[in-house]
């Protein structure tokens, strides 16, 4: 657990980067620090492993204030993760992954076998392990950059835009992938980041910081997402807040109809068994349209797309072998009422 | 070359007649000579500048007036430098010339040690304070190596340089190949000027080429290509 207790940062120059900030995370969470630029959350991050000291207020983990340990010592207990990964350019990939171990005087095998073992969760095969960072794609840096911060298998891990120097779609593999090792390490993290969508993929706490680092709200992606505090951070979320919502939620807590419940004159068309091919007006002659239906475990918003997509303003729901198990309309599309089936 | 060993016990060979043959002897015991002073000035100046460069580092404040009391070295004559270093090291000795020598070094070691320090990328020392390195640590760890290739760039500099101002010695009979340079004008033999000429540039370029090699297998990461 990481706890924030009325924590001041005040910058020589008279800036206040981060206010009375007070939060609370337990352990296994990742939250994530989200603001623009001067909301101080870098400042936050970088004032849990002492890199800047605060000027009133007190962190602790677990319990421990962190001002009461070695700066050193609670520092190779903290994995750091950084912007354009940091790596060290004069150490090939295996090196920099065995920095915290080396550090912290585990000897070479030890060592170098937690590190093999690192980069292959990594997806990171072992003729990388030689090379230098220079020869690696910005992806792979920012991968052997996770690794090193895990070497030394800390609790608490601390990122800061760590994904922020890659392109969008690489960007986004980094991000479901981060989301889904967190699920097996349990790590607790601190995640900084300016992006909205990468605050609700790795983020299982959400807090919004405003100009002069203070603290807006705090709360789980659904909570910041459907009932923000204030205007700044309805604002900061986005007009399509509500879209993002909808990923969050359920597929299956829409409002589903039977087929044959339609409320306008299409029918789907389906084929011998059972499997949706497209649509036609009640009546009129069948002509095939390439339909995606939304299959068992999609979001809300698969359903808001599909029905966005169809001609007939409806999204069909199929099961697991593809056959149509009913279909929800716009209408049935209503924030309040899936909400309340989540 | 007849009894070179007990003709010279204990003094400088002496170049006999206008011509090269038979002289080699006074021009390898120069050529040993100028190294010794070159590789004990380098050293003193490299043992100088890596805690004057440090200091100026971690306190960006005291690089300007240390850059300029090492310009304000760099700007005494040599003789002038010889001669004011003579009450604290003696007059007969090689210690003036070689004091002197590394202390102009300085002006281009401090320099481009501590260019090469801030050449450090912000996100990789705050990577190294951030894992948990101390500060020597990472200062020999981390940012040492980062900036080899500016220091080696700056030693080869100094290296040239020495080498090539240690000839000026040969005014006031110190100077290991400059001695060659002051009796060859002296005595006008062409042939011992010009040999003292050449081995003085030799001795540069072998330097240089040393220094690169150096510099080279330190930094293998700097070669590592995209595969």
Known sequence: MIQLDRVTKQFPDGTVAVDELSLELPTGEVLALLGTSGSGKTTTLRMINRLIEPTRGTISIDGRDVRSLDVHELRRGIGYVIQQAGLFPHRTVIDNVTTVPRLLGWDRRRSRSRAMELLELFGLDDSMSDRYPAQLSGGQQQRVGVARALAADPPVLLMDEPFGAVDPIVRAQLQVEFARLQRELGKTVVFVTHDVDEAITVGTQIAVLRTGGVLAQIGTPKDVLAHPTDLFVADFMGADRQVKLLGLLPASAVNQRRLADLPSDWEVVLDGAGRPTGWCRRGAPVTTEVITPVRPGATARAVLEAALASESGAAIHVDDHGVATGVSTLDDLSLASIEAAA | ?227
């Open chain 2, 1 to 227: 070359m007849r009894g070179a060993a007990t003709r010279f016990a204990g003094n400088p060979p002496y170049w006999n007649g206008p011509q090269l043959s038979g002289n080699w002897d006074v021009i390898r015991y120069y050529t040993a000579e100028h190294i010794r002073f070159t590789l004990i000035a380098l050293a003193l100046g490299v043992l100088f500048a890596f805690p004057i460069a440090y200091l100026s580092h971690r306190r960006p404040v005291l690089y300007p007036p240390i850059l300029a009391m090492t310009n304000v070295v760099y700007a005494i004559p040599s003789l002038a430098l010889f001669a004011l270093l003579g009450p604290f090291l003696g007059y007969t000795n090689d210690k003036p010339i070689i004091v002197a020598m590394a202390l102009y070094t300085l002006v281009i070691l401090v320099r481009n040690i501590v260019e090469g320090l801030r050449a450090v990328p912000r996100n990789v020392t705050d990577a190294a304070t951030g894992l948990g390195y101390g500060r020597l640590r990472q200062f020999a760890g981390v940012e040492l190596p980062l900036a080899i290739p500016t220091i080696i760039a700056g030693m080869r500099l100094a290296a040239v340089s020495t080498i090539s101002l240690i000839t000026v010695g040969g005014a006031i009979g110190k100077g290991a190949l400059g001695r060659m340079f002051a009796d060859g004008i002296d005595r006008g033999i062409d042939v011992e000027l010009t040999s003292g000429v050449i081995a003085v540039v030799l001795l540069a370029l072998v330097a240089d080429a040393l220094l690169l090699t150096a510099g080279w297998l330190l930094t293998p990461w700097t070669r590592a290509r995209t595969a």
